[in-house]
């Protein structure tokens, strides 16, 4: 049985559609940042990466989700 989890990562071709879909169901968004170089292509193993990366949480809930 899950009894938490910490995070998801959702890859999407829309990136404001899908912040807007989150936002319907109560999410909120607290940091947006583009993530590209060689360090993240190494990581993620993907080449020539370059995305924006969109942290999305639901205000007041303990733990963090």
Same mark, same amino acid.
């Given at each position: 049985?899950?009894?938490?989890?910490?995070?998801?990562?959702v890859?999407? @071709?829309?990136?404001?559609?899908? !912040?807007?879909?989150?936002? #319907?169901?109560?999410?909120?968004?607290? @940091? $947006?940042?583009? !993530?590209?170089?060689? $360090?993240?292509?190494?990581?993620?193993?993907?080449?020539? #990466?370059? @995305?924006?990366?969109?942290?999305?949480?639901? /205000?007041?809930?303990? /733990?963090?989700?």
């Amino acid at each position: 049985m899950i009894a938490r989890f910490d995070h998801v990562t959702v890859v999407v @071709a829309d990136v404001l559609a899908t !912040i807007c879909f989150f936002e #319907l169901l109560g999410f909120a968004k607290e @940091a $947006s940042v583009t !993530i590209a170089g060689e $360090s993240f292509e190494e990581f993620l193993g993907v080449d020539a #990466l370059e @995305a924006t990366h969109v942290v999305l949480a639901v /205000p007041g809930l303990t /733990p963090r989700f």
